[in-house]
Structures are given as structure tokens and as C-alpha cells.
């Protein structure tokens, strides 16, 4: 559990880079079985990490109405979808 608490700690760019690292191991094939399995749990947890993290972000994403002429008249929420 506390390596939850690690990983929830991280910037979405310390997540991400350490994520990158574990998927080139895992590429590689030197690692054993039960290493791999060790690092792609980790390595979803990493992912979730980030996913939660882009989340947060496009909440605070607003975009900017405009008018016929182009000025701005207000804004409303992010909406990915």
C-alpha cells in the first residue's frame, strides 16, 4: 500500500517517465517472470496515476465563448466529450 501512496504522489511527468521506463524493461525481455508481472502491476497503477492526473487538468480547462465579432463573452466547463 505504500507504494500506492508513492505513486499518488507523483506529477503526472514523473509518473508518465517512470511508466516509460517499466514498458522499454518489459520490451527488453530481461526480466523474469515474476519481475514482469511485479513492474505491469506497477505499471498500471502508474497509468491510473496519469489518467487521474489529465483528468484534473481538463476540470480546470475552461473554453472561452465568443461572439458574431469574435470577442469574448464568457466561458464554460471542459468537455472531452
Given amino acids: ?5 508513492n ?3 507523483l506529477s503526472f511527468e514523473e509518473a508518465l517517465k ?5 514498458v522499454h524493461r518489459l520490451e527488453s ?6 519481475d514482469s508481472i511485479q513492474m505491469y502491476s506497477q ?4 497509468k491510473k496515476q496519469c489518467e487521474a492526473r489529465l483528468k484534473a487538468a481538463q476540470k480546470k480547462i475552461e ?3 465568443l461572439d ?4 469574448a463573452t464568457g466561458t ?4 472531452a466529450e
Fill in 1 to 5: 500500500m505504500s507504494q500506492e501512496k
Fill in 7 to 9: 505513486i499518488s504522489e
Fill in 18 to 22: 517512470k511508466l516509460e521506463e517499466i
Fill in 29 to 34: 525481455g530481461d526480466t523474469t517472470l515474476e
Fill in 43 to 46: 505499471g498500471d497503477a502508474l
Fill in 63 to 65: 473554453q472561452i465563448s
Fill in 68 to 71: 458574431q465579432d469574435g470577442r
Fill in 76 to 79: 464554460s466547463p471542459f468537455d
